[in-house]
């Protein structure tokens, strides 16, 4: 079992319809989380970074993390088609590497 | 402008030739680690270090070495590439351990 699953998709939306995306992940000793954003054939972009349970937001995107069932969430509001991308989720413990999801690509279409 | 850079953007190479991407920060970051992206796979780590002289391997490390004698840089070496290696590699930075990582463009490496 993979430390961090995450869908891969694709996943297709249209214009302005909020976006759900979704990981598990396996390590209860996991502390911190982030989302990152990656656009065809450019490096991954951090959206997000979260250090506890709970909801936090910038702008159109929140990052949702429930430590009790090792759930991570990125909801974005009002999708734009330049939000079309992958997305990847990210967890890591302490001085541990960080682990990554398989990323879930998505379009919105306009 | 605070970046990662990497060199070169693109390389095609053939199997035992030995060769080196090279991986720099501007941001005084003190960990610096190498993915490698695969279709279905996603990213996965190859090395990482902690600080200067200090390095560990990640979840991928076979075929490869790494070497950080400034803080600034954190190349990656192929000793001798594989076919297998081929492969979209990434460097990152972040401040601290568990910090916010920050990426460079990438290197498409493809290996014949």
């Known amino acids: 079992q993979k430390e961090v699953e995450q869908d891969p998709g694709p996943l297709s939306v249209p214009e302005g319809a909020i976006v759900s995306l979704n990981c598990t992940y396996s390590?209860?000793?996991?502390?911190?989380f982030m989302w990152y954003r990656q656009y065809s054939r450019k490096g991954p972009e951090l959206l997000m970074y979260t250090y506890s349970s709970g909801n936090k937001e910038d702008g159109r995107f929140t990052a949702q993390v429930d430590k009790s069932s090792k759930y991570i969430s990125l909801f974005i509001r009002d999708s734009q088609p330049s939000d079309s991308a992958t997305y990847l989720c990210g967890s890591g413990q302490g001085a541990q590497k960080l682990v990554f999801g398989q990323g879930t690509r998505l379009t919105i279409n306009p | 402008e605070a970046q990662v850079t990497q060199n070169p953007r693109y390389l095609i190479t053939v199997t035992g030739k030995k060769l080196t991407v090279t991986c720099s920060q501007n941001?005084?970051?003190?960990?610096m680690s190498w993915y490698r992206q695969d279709p279905g796979l996603g990213l996965r780590q190859i090395y990482y270090?902690?600080?200067?002289?200090?390095?560990d391997k990640g979840d991928v490390p076979e075929g490869y070495k790494v070497s950080r004698k400034e803080k600034r840089n954190f190349p990656l070496i192929l000793e001798s590439p594989s076919p297998n290696q081929t492969s979209l590699y990434f460097c990152?930075?972040?401040?601290?351990?568990?910090?916010?990582?920050?990426f460079g463009p990438g290197t498409r490496l493809t290996v014949t």
């Open positions: 990152a930075s972040s401040l601290w351990t568990g910090g916010e990582q920050y």
């Open positions: 270090s902690m600080n200067v002289e200090v390095t």
């Open positions: 941001m005084n970051h003190e960990y």
């Open positions: 390590n209860s000793a996991f502390q911190y």
